[in-house]
C-alpha cells in the first residue's frame, strides 16, 4: 500500500492536499501520447507523487506505467 493511501486511513474523510504530475509525450511527428482512462475518456499520463519523490521521478513512473516507452530526455517542465 502507498504513501496516500495510508495517510487517507489516518485522516478519514478530512480533505487533503496532494501534490501531481501530468505528462506531455510528444513524438519527433508531433503526436502526443494518450492512455484511456478508467472512465472512458483520453488524457495525458498522470498522477500523485509519491513521498520523497521528484516531479520528474513521478513523471516517469507514470508514463512506464501506461506505456513501454524506453525516453531519456526531458525537454521542459512546467511546475
Known sequence: M?????LCK?????PLLLVGVAVAVVNEK???????RSDGL???PGG??????S?????RREVSGVSTLNWTKIIGAVV
Open 30 to 36: 508531433g503526436e502526443l501520447l494518450l492512455q484511456k
Open 10 to 14: 489516518i485522516v478519514g474523510a478530512q
Open 42 to 44: 483520453w488524457g495525458v
Open 55 to 59: 516531479t520528474e521521478e513521478a513523471g
Open 48 to 53: 500523485f507523487m509519491e513521498l520523497g519523490e
Open 2 to 6: 502507498g504513501y496516500i493511501e495510508d
